[in-house]
């Protein structure tokens, strides 16, 4: 699958998209582990505390929030499109 990573993310992930190889049946948290387990310095920016995805981060699922679906249950399909976004401000 497609992960796409933004903004202060993509130079910890040493590029926009990242290909990831998850077995038939992996959720987003199983993918947003194997991504902190390849990128650490991004894992560490994920989770708030274990097993709990920060609340200003958004991951899209072929163009869905997952907090708008089943969050970290979210079915991740193969071939799917991911986008993870960091928290962001603007003004």
């Known amino acids: 699958m497609h992960v796409n990573f933004y903004a ?3 130079p910890l992930a040493g ?3 990242v290909e990831f190889d998850l077995p038939p ?3 987003a948290r199983d993918l947003l582990e194997a991504v902190g387990a390849r990128f650490p ?3 560490e920016l994920l989770w708030t505390a274990p097993g709990e995805l920060g609340d200003y981060i958004k991951v899209f699922v072929n163009g869905r929030e997952i907090r708008h679906l ?3 249950e979210t079915p991740v399909p ?5 986008d993870i976004f960091p928290p962001a401000a603007g003004g």
């Open 8 to 10: 202060t993310l993509r």
């Open 25 to 27: 049946g992996a959720t």
């Open 70 to 72: 089943q969050l970290l």
């Open 41 to 43: 310095a991004i894992g």
């Open 15 to 17: 590029g926009k998209t």
């Open 78 to 82: 193969p071939g799917a499109e991911v």
